[in-house]
């Protein structure tokens, strides 16, 4: 059976300091092999993006 990790990013982290990071950073995470799964939006925590991708490792927890 194939095994996931998550990562939940804020919106902040990924646009970084100027306009056209965003696009930038979920290529990146799509080329590391990351997919977004959820954008999430909280009221106090603004916009989150939900990622997962296959284990590399399985004999981690």
């Known amino acids: 059976m194939d095994k996931f990790e998550y990562k939940i ?3 902040s982290v990924l646009t970084g300091q100027g ?5 930038r950073a979920l290529n ?3 080329d590391e092999g ?4 959820l954008i999430r ?4 925590s603004g916009y989150e993006y939900y990622f997962k991708r ?3 490792n399985t004999n981690k927890v």
């Open 19 to 23: 306009n056209g990071q965003i696009d």
């Open 41 to 44: 939006f909280g009221k106090e």
């Open 9 to 11: 990013i804020k919106e």
């Open 54 to 56: 296959k284990k590399i």
């Open 28 to 30: 990146y995470l799509g």
């Open 34 to 37: 990351w997919e977004l799964i």
